[in-house]
Antibody
Framework: EVQLQESGPGLVKPSQSLSLTCSVT?????????WNWIRKFPGNKLEWMGY???????NYNPSLKSRISITRDTSKNQFFLQVNSVTTEDTATYYC?????????WGQGVMVTVSS | DVVMTQTPVSLPVSLGGQASISCRSS???????????LHWYLQKPGQSPQLLIY???NRFSGVPDRFSGSGSGTDFTLKISRVEPEDLGDYYC?????????FGGGTKLELK
């Protein structure tokens, strides 16, 4: 069964970069699907951030396009999220998730707080 | 962006009863390939969202038939019959027809 697991620092200072890793087991990220990052803000709003597909192409939410980068390490079956110039408004629980059109499997999520 | 309006925000129910959640989109969710990418998720406290219904009306693996989805175009509904304690939590719709993908605001299903 496919499993996804997020990891990364739980606290980031304003203006710095947020970097998270999603480790995938049970399925190769180069086989198929889009590999997504989604976040949930305090107050429960969910936001799709972007994806990297099995070929390595990316697509980002225009609301984040200038600050976000999604990359991967195929040798480790991992993909990564970087968000630059964070503010307190980037405080959220971050999820990685598999899906082409249907997001079917999600990681457990990692809470990231932006605070000085 | 496609705006997903989900109602109600809170839905008190009795165990064994029925619940209905609406999700309306600001534009048609019919993709150029003919499919409609509207999905429903349940998020229980402390857990990640779990897929219930994909492409309007298809139950995901292991989802009981108490859950059903319907609708077309811009108007969609999730129905839960014979509500059980494990059904309580936050429900979300997601459209993945148009980029950026967007979610509804959520519905909290709670005991009356």
């Amino acid at each position: 069964e496919v499993q996804l697991q997020e990891s990364g620092p739980g606290l980031v200072k304003p203006s710095q970069s947020l970097s998270l890793t999603c480790s995938v087991t049970g399925y190769s990220i180069t086989s198929s699907y889009r590999w997504n990052w989604i976040r949930k803000f305090p107050g429960n709003k969910l936001e799709w951030m972007g994806y990297i597909n099995s070929a390595g192409s990316t697509n980002y939410n225009p609301s984040l396009k200038s600050r976000i980068s999604i990359t991967r390490d195929t040798s480790k079956n991992q993909f990564f999220l970087q968000v630059n110039s964070v503010t307190t408004e980037d405080t959220a629980t971050y999820y990685c998730a598999r899906g082409y059109y249907t997001v079917d499997y999600w990681g457990q999520g990692v809470m990231v707080t932006v605070s000085s | 962006d496609v705006v997903m309006t989900q109602t109600p925000v809170s839905l008190p129910v009795s165990l064994g009863g029925q619940a209905s959640i609406s999700c309306r989109s600001s534009q048609s969710l019919v993709h150029s390939n003919g499919n409609t990418y509207l999905h429903w998720y349940l998020q229980k406290p402390g857990q990640s969202p779990q897929l219930l219904i994909y492409r309007v009306s298809n139950r995901f693996s292991g989802v009981p038939d108490r859950f059903s989805g319907s609708g077309s175009g811009t108007d969609f509904t999730l129905k839960i019959s014979r509500v059980e304690p494990e059904d309580l939590g936050d429900y979300y719709c997601l459209q993945s027809t148009h980029f950026p993908w967007t979610f509804g605001g959520g519905t909290k299903l709670e005991l009356k």
